[in-house]
């Protein structure tokens, strides 16, 4: 079945230090990619949604400047966490897919620690 | 606006029960629905999904959920519960002709007991 990779898993980090993290689709092309954030025993917050080629989308109260997101090609999104601060502190998770009525599939998420 | 309630934060249940955890949705057009499982420091596992048709959908486990239109609910099932089924369950629903990104319920942890 469809795969999505998320790397890193884990990041412990000083406070004013950007931090990129990964999500790739490994066996199909994702022209549109989901980055979303969960707090503790939350559910899950879209972000932003990562447009191949062109600017991601952000959601309402998102900093588009402190979350910085790249979709450069069709297996490929990065979100890069500038100047992180201990607010910044979450799960991270990104997902592909989701056309038409297929499931989206999820990356195994990135617990940023910020310290 | 499309939305969804997870109304339990917690179900127990023994192994060998039947399980249900609870979902109603609201959207302004036909739903796609989709039932997730997150295991601690994971991702979303899909575990099935309704689209049309039946409307009752079997998944991935032993997991089943059965659509209702008149409750807009749709109820995620197993008959004979697992201790391994222990996780965090979450509904989630787009609109047919809305965009692709998920809303998502505020999940639901299922606790089963030996």
């Known amino acids: 079945g469809a795969v999505v990779s998320q790397h890193p898993s884990r990041v412990i980090c000083k406070s004013g230090t950007s931090v990129k993290i990964e999500c790739r689709s490994l066996?199909?092309?994702?022209?549109?990619m989901f980055w979303y954030r969960q707090f503790p025993k939350q559910s899950l917050m879209l972000m932003a949604t990562?447009?191949?080629?062109?600017?991601?989308?952000?959601e309402q109260g998102v900093e588009k400047d402190k979350f910085l997101i790249n979709h450069a090609s069709l297996t490929l999104s990065t979100l890069t966490v500038t100047s992180a601060h201990p607010e910044d502190s979450s799960f991270y998770i990104c997902?592909?897919?989701?056309?038409?009525?297929?499931?989206?599939?999820f990356g195994d998420g990135t617990r940023l620690s910020i310290l | 606006a499309q939305s969804v309630a997870q109304p339990e934060d917690q179900v127990n249940v023994a192994e060998g029960n039947p399980l249900t955890v609870k979902c109603t949705y609201s959207?302004?057009?036909?739903?796609?629905l989709f039932w997730y499982v997150q295991y601690p420091n994971r991702g979303l596992q899909f575990l099935l999904k309704?689209?049309?048709?039946?409307?009752l959908v079997k998944g991935s486990y032993g997991f089943e959920a059965e659509f209702n239109k008149s409750q807009t609910s749709f109820h995620l099932k197993k008959p004979s519960a697992l201790v391994s089924d222990s996780a965090l369950y979450f509904c989630?629903?787009?609109?047919?002709?809305?965009?692709?990104?998920?809303?998502f319920g505020s999940g639901t942890r299922l606790q089963v007991q030996p």
């Open positions: 997902s592909a897919g989701g056309q038409g009525d297929q499931p989206q599939h």
């Open positions: 066996d199909f092309q994702a022209t549109t």
């Open positions: 990562s447009n191949e080629g062109s600017k991601a989308t952000y």
């Open positions: 959207v302004s057009g036909n739903p796609y």
């Open positions: 309704y689209i049309t048709g039946d409307n």
């Open positions: 989630a629903v787009r609109d047919i002709a809305g965009r692709r990104a998920l809303t």
